[in-house]
């Protein structure tokens, strides 16, 4: 990761070279300064840094104050004989510290025109986030001291390699909390061109939170304050514009009631009084009728009167029987007169009252209809009225359900693509991190063999000579023995080994899809719903993919010891005989390149770590002709046919030289030899 070249400091040697007997220690360093602007991306800016404060102390002590120079650039001579702090310090910026012991230098070494120097990468200065733990800064970085092998001063590597690993902790978290501000910026900026305004909102404000007094988000929030005020003043709008209307429409359903009252009211009267003429006009027509029989009946009795006087009159002698009879049939008739005039006036009378009984009825039930349907048309409207007051409300309820479940949904589902980017990122990183680390440790092996080797030619003594010879010879032998060990062990091992891989896949999996299942509780703790059959595919697709990788690895590799155990089956003597050869020709080579790569190295000011992201890129510590001794010792390797081994130095020099084409085709070369006929 770019990071951790950025914030280790790279160390290179420099030869020492002779003054007088007093000698002191000369530390040449830069510092930098590395500022980010940071939005819905992190951009970086680094450049040297003038005004830097550098203090050398002893025993808590000021020894020495100085400042680096416009270019960052500065140098401090340390004095013979002590345990040394170099602090670099800047306002603002976490302070970086450097131990330094002149200790253990001989006397004679002293006197002997002995002037140590040794160069110093450079240091990162940058301010710290909020989060990190940044605790391992509080001890030094790198620890120098005298080595009376080399009569020189270096650092202490596995002290190094020691702070390397929490140097990478820290870049990690780093990049996390970086990552996690410019998501919630992209969601922001995302939500505030959509016009989401709570949701913009609401994402600047975690952003700040993240890492507080970041311009970015304090800048946008005031937007977010001019689209919630349109918001509002639009929503205002509308909620007045709809009580207008509600209004408007309340008092029209008022009138309409009302007239329709009113013309039921003027209808009801009318039949009220239709009614009324009509039973006046049956009462009257019941009273002439009523005169009229009595007139008609007072006149028939009159006449049966006058006749029967002229009959008594014309017929005095009638007899006293048809008298006494006519008196008997006029008292009949009278009576029969009578009662059929009381009868008719009692059935009149009746009907008349049934009648009037009937319209009286009818009337109340009128007047009772009319009331109802005057109670029915009032709890009509007022029905009506409700229901329209209930059915905007649901309307405006189920508006909002849907629109806040949509903005739940939108925004569940942008957390969840940004979620997964950053835990892909995470992942990735991790996973550079982790290949970086063992590219490094196997690049530091490499070293170490250099070194021994480069220690072991330059005594160039015969009795060295015979015994590297010996170690050769030794260490040929010790092949061939692993190698037939190998053979016999190879099946149980390999038993054993699938066992364990087996064991852990397994774990990790049940772990990761625990991990997964608490982190989709968490989500839908919070509303944001995650589908649990697309997190157990992806676990088992992930599970298949490692472990189809795995067993395609193990077979390889299986074939690979195969091929090699083969390759080991050839004569001792033309192994001596070709390492020597090789070796001879390894050391001409080198010394040639070492020179060559020094003249270039400085040509182009050459003098701290690469930087960069390719493949197999490494930070490089020590040593600038590291490569060049490694691809000789992976040719030599290759030509023995010793092509695990060649295949070996060959990726250790891709570390050291990212895209090379003569590593990358050898590498290519040994793969079609010791692939599966």
Sequence with gaps: MKTIVQSIIALLILNASSVHAQWTLRLKSNVEIRTWKLTS??????????????????????????????????????????????????????????????MGVPEAVGKDNFKPGFSIGGFIMAKAFPGVDYSSLQQPLVKIHYFPDG????????????????????????????????????????????????????????????????????????????????????????????????????????????????????????????????????????????????????????????????????????????????????????????????????????????????????????LVEKEALEKA??????????????????????????ADKAEAERLAKEKEAANKSEAEKAIAEKAAADKIAKEKAAADKAEAERLAKEKAAAEKTETEKAAAEKAAADKLAREKAAADKLAKDKEAADKAEADKVAKAEAARIAKEKADAEKEKLAKEKEGKAKSQAEDDAIIKADAEKREAARLAKEKAKAEKEQKEKEGLARSKAEDEAAEKAAAEKREADRAEKEKMAYETKQKEGQGETDKGDAKYKVPQVLGANKYKETVTRADGYFKMKRYSEAKTAYEEALKMKAGDIYATNKLAEIEKLTAPK
């Excluded at 048309?377 to 009506?384: F, G, L, N, R, T």
Aim: contains cysteine; neutral net charge.
């Design 377 to 402: 048309a009032a709890e009509k409207v007022a029905k009506e009225k409700g229901e329209a007051e209930k059915a905007a409300a649901d309307k405006l309820a189920k508006e909002k359900a849907a």
């Design 151 to 366: 009569k020189k001063f270096d650092d202490d590597e596995a002290y190094t390699n020691q702070v390397l690993g929490q140097i990478v902790k820290i870049a990690e978290s780093e990049n996390s909390v970086i990552s996690k501000f410019c998501s919630f910026n992209k969601i922001a900026d995302m939500a505030l061109a959509k016009g989401d305004c709570p949701a913009a909102k609401l994402n600047y404000e975690k952003a700040l939170s993240t890492i507080p007094g970041e311009a970015y988000p304090a800048e946008q929030l005031p937007k977010v304050g001019l689209c919630l005020k349109e918001k509002e003043e639009a929503a205002k709008k509308a909620a007045e514009a709809s009580a207008v209307k509600d209004a408007e429409a309340k008092a029209a359903a008022e009138k309409a009631a009302a007239e329709k009252l009113v013309l039921e009211k003027a209808a009801a009267d009318k039949a009220a009084a239709d009614k009324a003429a009509s039973d006046k006009a049956a009462a009257d027509k019941l009273t002439k009728e009523k005169a009229d029989a009595e007139k008609a009946e007072a006149e028939r009795i009159a006449r049966e009167k006058d006749a029967g006087e002229k009959a008594r009159a014309d017929k005095a002698a009638a007899d006293k029987a048809a008298a006494d009879k006519l008196a008997r049939d006029k008292a009949d008739a009278d009576k029969a007169a009578a009662d059929k005039v009381a009868k008719e006036k009692a059935d009149a009378e009746k009907t008349n009252a049934e009648k009037l009984a009937k319209e009286k009825e009818a009337a109340a039930k009128t």
């Design 41 to 102: 991306k992190a951009d970086k800016e680094q450049k040297g840094l003038g005004g830097a404060t550098i203090v050398l102390y002893k025993s808590g002590s000021v020894v020495k104050e100085l400042v680096s120079d416009g270019n960052g650039d500065f140098e401090v001579d340390v004095p013979p004989d002590g345990e040394y702090m170099l602090v670099v310090s800047y306002p603002g910026c976490n302070t970086k510290k450097f131990s330094v012991s002149t």
